[in-house]
């Protein structure tokens, strides 16, 4: 979030490109926690923006057939330096193919 308030221009194109998957991410934040102070929006923002990595890794065929599998399991973390706190989350799938009933 304030990478989104910081003059870009002296960002690299890749470091832009990647703030642009959070943009969306960081407006709903703004409005659903719009009583919180700008530092806890950034917090809650950052968790969310980790939260749609987890998603978009979804994205990969052989990620997503992987954790359908439960070969694999998609695991985050959040550190937040200021109280030397570690939040830890899995993602959590349940996958159903889709079925023609006729």
């Known amino acids: 979030m304030k990478a989104h308030h910081e003059e870009k221009s002296n960002f690299s194109e890749h470091f832009i490109n990647w703030l642009k998957i959070g943009e969306h991410t960081c407006k709903q934040v703004k ?11 950034c917090t ?24 359908a599998a439960k ?7 959040y550190y937040d330096m200021h109280s030397c706190a570690f939040d830890h989350w899995i ?8 079925r023609n009933y006729h």
């Open 91 to 98: 993602l959590d799938f349940n996958y159903t193919e889709s």
């Open 44 to 67: 809650v923002c950052e968790k969310e923006c980790v939260n749609l990595s987890m998603q978009n890794l979804l994205t990969y065929p052989f990620v997503k057939e992987a954790v």
């Open 31 to 41: 409005e659903v926690h719009s009583s919180k102070s700008f530092e806890e929006q």
């Open 71 to 77: 070969k694999l399991s998609i695991h985050a973390g």
